[in-house]
């Protein structure tokens, strides 16, 4: 079993609209999550950060962990084109963090 | 600028021929670690390290090696490179309180074992 799972996508969503990205995650021990985008060819970048159970609002990016059900998401308000990346759920436990393959999403103009 | 930088970005290499990737962070983080990217496998943990002079495998350690001599600098080395060492490497770096503030990652360095 993975240690985090992802839906490849891709997700295609029109601009303006909210985007929903997934990530399920095996340990109960998982300590802290973490979204990250990676555009074609670049590295990735940490969007938002999040350990405890409930919503974290940052900017059109709102993170949501519901640790009883082992389930993190990210949700892209106003979707815009520059949004176009993939992005990458990673936990931490102990000394070591996991990431998740990765959910291509397309902002269409 | 903060930022951590790898060397090189791009690497093309002969099976057998020992070669090293180094990486360096300017942010005095504690925590470092060596990432291979391939597709459909995600980004998998090669190596990492706490702290000068202490390092830990991760999930895919075989075929490299690390050092931590200091706190900057964390290079990858390949002994003896093989096909199937090609991939897409990222080095990143945190601090030890990593929940709070997640990694910085490198540009990557592509690299192709022939």
């Known amino acids: 079993q993975k240690e985090v799972e992802q839906n490849s996508g891709p997700l295609s969503v029109p601009e303006g609209a909210i985007a929903s990205l997934n990530c399920t995650y095996s340990?109960?021990?998982?300590?802290?999550f973490f979204w990250y985008r990676q555009y074609s060819g670049k590295s990735p970048e940490l969007i938002m950060s999040i350990y405890s159970n409930g919503d974290k609002e940052d900017g059109r990016f709102t993170a949501q962990l519901n640790k009883a059900s082992q389930y993190v998401s990210l949700l892209i308000r106003d979707s815009q084109p520059s949004d176009s990346a993939t992005y990458l759920c990673a936990v931490n436990r102990g000394n070591q963090f996991y990431f998740g393959t990765g959910t291509s999403l397309t902002v269409i103009p | 600028e903060a930022q951590v930088t790898q060397n090189p970005r791009y690497l093309i290499t002969v099976t057998g021929k020992k070669l090293t990737v180094t990486c360096s962070q300017n942010m005095n983080h504690e925590y470092m670690s060596w990432y291979r990217q391939d597709p459909g496998l995600g980004l998998r943990q090669i190596y990492y390290s706490m702290n000068v002079e202490v390092t830990d495998k991760g999930d895919v350690p075989e075929g490299y090696k690390v050092s931590r001599k200091e706190k900057r600098n964390f290079p990858l080395i390949l002994e003896s490179p093989s096909p199937n060492q090609t991939s897409l490497y990222f080095c990143?770096?945190?601090?030890?309180?990593?929940?709070?503030?997640?990694?910085?990652f490198g540009s990557g360095t592509r690299l192709t074992v022939v």
């Open positions: 990143a770096s945190s601090f030890r309180d990593r929940a709070a503030y997640g990694y910085t």
């Open positions: 340990d109960r021990g998982s300590q802290s």
